[in-house]
């Protein structure tokens, strides 16, 4: 029978899509996915739309719930779309990830290679440090604060977010009813007018230090001063206020040009037992306490006895290559954004970090200037977007011949897809470990260990 929108169907889910979606297959074999299910689930559904080879549906009914579907603890995660997984118990969701990434390394990757149990957090939820709340104005003229729905710039009101620390609800509580008391105008992102855009915050959990930075579609944000004072008498924790001007119609939330109304501009925080500063445009990791044990297992896979060349390309603010580099000779980081190379040097001053240098530019031609260079890394850490690398970079790292590849990926795809090409060029897996940086999110990180198995290095 052939399907159509607005059929209604039973529906047993068997599989997870990597974005988080149940699917099940029709008697003909269509694969049809449904969001907000778990494996297991028998349901009714409502066909949305048709395709040749799939189709997409909503439950109209849970006939017979999945053994790990739990009743969600957020009251908007159907309509903000953010927590996939928020209607399933942790167990299972780290089941699904670990599978995920599994998965992908047999099957894209074709390696053959120890997977080891994925890291879960102790603590999956209020473990983020970082949030860019979007204000609007509501069908009743109020001001509302929250986050954008799936796939839209549609603002869900919540202010709060049981992945943010609690400190975030009471932020955005003050300057919500700084705005409707001061009547202050909200950015209207189709006409381009109005004034506040976001609410970003940033916590360091460590030292318990707030940054609070207001994007605005001017110059000047009226009773600013009063709005200090009422952030810093009644959170404590508040160490800088900064005000964000973008006057741009984009959908970048800051714009470039940042002004300190309190403190000094930045914010502290402790990882791995070094300290690191955080500035408004700073990259930092916003799950210190499993970017702690990721960074734990990416020092294991490194195996630095204390005389090695270590290479971190995508280096970010030195996060990772800093939290190794008293355990090696030389480090070497390697990023094109300018300002988080700044950090870097920063981070590595503040923490007297003395041998460490960092190179701001493309990683494959910043590979390429250390191979001319003579430099003969004995470890490359490779930490890239989630696009992987290009044929290009993993070319000149296998050219460089290091002993060991530590590989942080954010993507099981385009991870398997580069374990195979330096597979095919004398890297062989040796193993990789899920771990949960983003708990009740689609999102799982890897890291994998390879090492020079071909030619001199054995």
Do not use: W
């Not at 210190?288 to 290479?311: F, K, N, P």
């Not at 240098?357 to 850490?381: S, T």
């Amino acid at each position: 029978m052939e399907l159509r929108k607005n059929d209604i169907i039973n529906l047993n889910i068997t599989a997870m899509s990597s974005e988080g979606v149940g699917i099940g297959r029709t008697e003909d074999g269509l694969a049809v996915f449904v969001p907000m299910t778990a494996v297991g689930d028998e349901l009714s559904v409502r066909i949305l739309k048709v395709k040749k080879t799939l189709a997409y549906g909503k439950v109209e009914e849970v006939i017979t719930p999945s053994s790990h579907r739990i009743t969600s603890q957020c009251s908007v995660s159907r309509l903000c779309g953010g927590c996939v997984y928020n209607h399933i118990s942790y167990d299972a969701e780290l089941d699904y990830k670990e599978k995920r990434v599994a998965d992908a390394i047999s099957r894209i990757g074709g390696i053959d290679t120890k997977i080891n149990p994925i890291v879960g957090a102790e603590k999956p939820c209020r473990y983020r440090n970082k949030a860019q709340i979007p204000v609007g104005i509501n069908a009743d003229g109020k001001v509302t604060m929250g986050f954008f729905s799936r796939h839209s710039h549609r603002i869900v009101d919540s202010m709060d977010c049981l992945l943010q620390p609690e400190l975030f609800l009471t932020a955005s509580k003050i300057f919500r009813d700084f705005l409707e008391e001061k009547n202050v105008s909200v950015y209207n992102e189709e006409s381009h007018t109005g004034l506040v855009r976001h609410l970003y915050l940033r916590y360091g959990e460590a030292t318990d230090e707030l940054m609070i930075c207001i994007v605005i579609n001017g110059d000047k944000l009226p009773f600013e001063n009063e709005l200090a004072d009422r952030f810093t008498k009644e959170i404590p924790s508040v160490k800088t206020i900064i005000v964000n001007s973008n006057k741009e119609k984009t959908n970048v939330i800051t714009g470039k040009k940042f002004r300190t109304i309190y403190g000094d501009g930045f914010i502290t925080d402790e990882l791995c037992s070094l300290k690191f500063l955080i500035s408004p445009q700073s990259f930092y990791q916003v799950n210190r306490t499993q970017a702690q044990r990721l960074y734990g297992i990416a020092q294991d896979y490194a195996c630095l006895e204390g005389d090695e060349t270590l290479i971190d390309l995508y280096c970010g603010t030195g996060t990772i290559g800093l939290s190794m580099a008293r355990n090696c000779k030389e480090l070497v980081g390697v990023e094109i954004v300018s300002k988080a190379i700044e950090d870097a040097k920063i981070n590595a001053k503040n923490n007297g970090i003395t041998n460490a240098r960092f190179i701001c530019g493309d990683a494959k031609d910043a590979a390429a200037q250390l191979e001319n260079e003579g430099v003969k890394p004995d470890v490359v850490i490779l930490d890239p977007p989630r696009k992987g690398c290009d044929s290009e970079l993993i070319g000149t790292v296998i050219s460089m011949r290091p002993k060991r590849i530590v590989y942080v990926s954010c993507d099981p795809a385009t991870l398997a897809r580069d374990l195979k090409l330096f597979s095919e060029l004398g890297y062989k897996t040796l193993e990789v470990t899920p771990v949960d940086m983003f708990p009740h999110t689609a999102h799982v990180e890897s890291v994998a260990k390879l090492f020079h198995y071909k030619g001199d290095l054995l």
